[in-house]
């Protein structure tokens, strides 16, 4: 049989069906969340299916068949989730494999997994006889692009070019929380159809996303009263100081990145073009710029600031808004 695949932003209503299999291959919770509840909702709603939850670390071979034995009398209607599939044992892959090769007409089967060994023969007859569906987390802002289009249509509303372009510029990598910033735009859109810029600035200025970007500007810009006055903002806000220093810590590891390519003789262009899949497009260039007000000598000074920071995160009396900001401060004097 030939391998049935798709990426989980192309699952649409008419792939759903009772009698089918589903493997889910990612970890990418939205994307996972995004086929696995209108399979359900479907097959509830068409079929009133009984939903069955199982979990591969968790469930033993007989009870996996017994769960999936149609044979008997008191056999349903039912919908089986089976989680954590990668920690299935031996015997309960064979019996999973050997059950979606000769599927019931019955009953539906979705298969969430974080990984699968498909040099297996059990793995193998799962992937051959399921719709395998991919649920990556992105990696460039290609997959948010795509995303966003879907999710655009799915809503009914459209997104201007301007009010494109700052969304993907000031959103996270991430599914789960750039829709929940495109959900806040779109209450804040009440009765039109169409999100403008303003409309997206409205939402961003006032989200974790659009402190972030500041703290970001405001570190590769060397401007210490705004750092000092994000650090305080975030705080102040729902930011833990640890998640403050990982955003840091991340805006140093790319500008270190950047000038170690500059000193391997890379043109800015060639970076921003090859580089820098980390960074969203728009921010590609900025970092470039960032990169120009720090020295590649200064990094083994920056790098232990940050080292005894983490310790002291951890380890100190010291309050969470000095030793940030002491880091912070003593970064900047490094030249």
């Avoid at 699952?11 to 009772?18: E, R, S, V, Y």
């Avoid at 009953?107 to 060994?117: C, E, R």
């Avoid at 372009?165 to 990598?173: P, Q």
Wanted: hydrophobic residues 40%.
């Amino acid at each position: 049989m030939a391998v049935s695949t798709i990426e989980a932003l192309d699952f649409a209503p008419k792939m759903i069906d009772i009698g089918k299999s589903y493997l889910l291959l990612g970890t990418d919770a939205w994307l996972i969340d995004s086929v696995t509840n209108p399979i359900r909702q479907r097959l509830k709603s068409k079929y009133d299916v009984d939903i069955v939850h199982i979990y591969g670390d968790d469930i033993k071979v007989a009870q996996l068949n017994d769960i999936l034995d149609t044979l008997s009398i008191f056999s349903t209607q039912k919908l089986i989730i089976l989680k954590n599939a990668e920690a299935l044992g031996k015997k309960e892959l064979a019996a999973l494999a050997s059950y979606v090769e000769s599927p019931s007409d019955a009953q539906s089967l979705i298969i969430v997994t974080d990984k699968a060994d498909f040099r297996t023969s059990g793995w193998k007859a799962i992937r051959n006889s399921s719709l395998f569906i991919k649920c990556d987390p992105p990696r460039s802002s290609f997959d948010l692009t795509k995303w966003l289009n879907v999710v655009l249509a799915q809503q009914n509303v459209q997104m201007d070019a301007r009010a494109r372009a700052l969304f993907l510029s000031r959103t996270e990598l991430d599914y789960a929380s750039s829709f929940s910033v495109l959900q806040k735009i779109i209450i804040l859109l009440g009765n039109r159809k169409t999100i403008t810029q303003d409309d997206v600035g409205q939402a961003l200025g006032t989200t974790r996303v659009g402190t972030m970007i500041d703290f970001y500007r405001a570190l590769g810009n060397r401007d210490l009263p705004s750092i000092l006055s994000t650090i305080e903002r975030m705080l102040s806000s729902d930011w833990e100081a640890l998640q403050i220093f990982f955003q840091m810590n991340k805006v140093f590891t790319i500008i270190h990145k950047i000038l170690l390519l500059r000193h391997n003789h890379r043109t800015p262009q060639e970076i921003i073009s090859k580089h820098l899949p980390e960074l969203y497009d728009s921010q590609r260039k900025e970092f470039v710029q960032f990169s120009e007000k720090y020295s590649l000598h200064s990094f083994p000074d920056i790098y232990q600031i940050l080292l005894d920071t983490d310790s002291s995160l951890k380890l100190s009396r010291a309050t969470e808004r000095t030793l940030l900001q002491l880091c912070a401060m003593r970064i900047m004097a490094c030249r």
